[in-house]
């Protein structure tokens, strides 16, 4: 059944799990060389205020080197988030783009998971998608960009742990892999949510997650896109040139994650984000479970 998601429910789905104080680790390769290019500690602090109807937002920096924390920039805030102004039928604005040409907005469902992307990519104009994961104490996600051109310019992951640093889930590895850190096997089946650019919510049950795409590359270089294994069992399916001409405007970007916190029952979950007619079309997510043998 579809259901219409009421704006100010995303200002809800977005804070009940994303609001809090993440220590984490920024990682940002080269997509083309898969070299890495900075890798840097943070502190990403989420925090709502005025009876819930306004959110603070600040990321810190804090680098490897004699380089001094940064706490301010393009990057880094501060930002203020007002749920009345800022939600609208579109999804939730994120301050830092409210004012700028390029129209951006954010997509998340009752479980905190969900994405911000540029709505309508265009060529001779930069381009930013972004996937987040939550899980109680953990999270993490991944983002791309892309330059004027529509080649792909820069990988990021960001993973965070709510309780401590260094991490009690994620590792410091930084290299990207041939294959995922550890072997998935079996059939994982569970839950698919599809929200479109309107705010039109669909629920699936039973779904089974489909294997041979996160594991054979046939499929992968029919669609165009290039698989990337992060550390820590995360993957990313996304394309290095976006296209080269309106005539060809139609692409998606996926991010894979098995979380193991439970290691009898470990959890799969994908996100990808769709792009048809040289615009935002949906958001999938897809949360998976070992079926029984």
């Not at 290019?37 to 603070?56: A, C, G, P, Q, Y």
């Not at 203020?80 to 999804?91: L, V």
């Not at 951006?104 to 994961?133: I, K, S």
């Amino acid at each position: 059944m579809e259901v219409k998601m009421a704006p100010t429910k995303m200002w809800t789905n977005y804070s009940l799990h994303n609001a809090r104080k993440w220590l984490g680790r920024w990682t940002r390769w080269n997509p083309v060389t898969r070299e890495v290019n900075e890798s840097f500690k943070s502190i990403r602090h989420i925090e709502l205020v005025e009876d819930m109807t306004k959110m603070k937002h600040q990321n810190t920096f804090i680098y490897d080197d004699d380089r001094e924390p940064l706490t301010e920039g393009p990057m880094n805030g501060p930002w203020e988030y007002q749920r009345d102004r800022d939600c609208d039928e579109e999804g939730l604005c994120h301050p830092s783009t409210r004012l700028n040409s390029k129209k951006a907005r954010a997509f998340f469902l009752e479980n905190g998971g969900g994405a911000w992307t540029v709505m309508e990519p265009t060529l001779g104009d930069v381009f930013f998608q972004e996937n987040f994961f939550p899980n109680n104490d953990i999270r993490f996600s991944t983002g791309m960009l892309y330059g004027k051109d529509g080649k792909a310019l820069r990988l990021t992951a960001i993973r965070e742990d709510s309780r401590c640093r260094p991490s009690l889930y994620w590792s410091e590895d930084n290299q990207i892999k041939d294959s995922f850190s550890a072997p998935v096997q079996g059939t994982f089946i569970g839950t698919e949510q599809i929200l479109t650019a309107n705010l039109r919510q669909t629920v699936r049950e039973g779904c089974e997650w489909d294997k041979e795409y996160w594991l054979q590359e046939t499929r992968l270089l029919q669609d165009g896109n290039t698989l990337f294994y992060l550390p820590d069992n995360v993957a990313l399916s996304c394309p290095l040139q976006l296209y080269e001409d309106s005539t060809n405007r139609q692409f998606h970007i996926s991010t894979f994650c098995l979380y193991d916190v439970n290691k009898d029952n470990p959890e799969i979950r994908v996100q990808t984000v769709f792009y048809e007619k040289g615009r935002f079309s949906c958001f999938k997510q897809g949360i998976y479970r070992k079926a029984s043998q």
